[in-house]
């Protein structure tokens, strides 16, 4: 089992930042492949952005790219989610989650095992 416990997130203005945290216990953290997902009201999860174990590739959605940066600290086992230039419409609850195996596709959310408790991200026009 592995414990996510996430902190961070809040309401900031478009155009602003935020850091999302979500903190790892139980098995070897750098064992899991990571990933962020979020909710708005009324729609389904979706896919934000994804690192591999060691920190070493990438992966995100187009409508984050290039303003949200995923990054980990295995020695700390965190992983983070830097939101830069953010929109309204990136408005929701955010969720880390772990993967021990991907056998599709990093974007889908049943590819993982564990998740947060979730996050409330509001940017305000």
């Known amino acids: 089992q592995v414990q996510l416990v996430q902190s961070g997130g809040g309401l900031v203005q478009a155009g602003g930042s935020l850091r999302l945290s979500c903190a790892g216990s139980g098995r070897t953290f750098s064992n899991y492949l990571m990933g962020w997902f979020r909710q708005a009201p009324g729609k389904e999860r979706e896919f934000v952005a994804a690192?591999?174990?060691?920190?070493?590739?990438?992966y995100y959605a187009d409508s984050v790219e290039g303003r949200f940066t995923i990054s980990r600290d295995n020695a700390k086992n965190t992983v983070y989610l830097q939101m830069n230039s953010l929109k309204p419409e990136d408005t929701a609850v955010y969720y880390c989650a772990a993967s021990g195996v991907i056998r599709s596709s990093v974007d889908l959310h049943y590819e993982y095992d564990y998740w947060g408790q979730g996050t409330q991200v509001t940017v305000s026009s």
């Open positions: 690192i591999n174990r060691s920190g070493s590739r990438t």
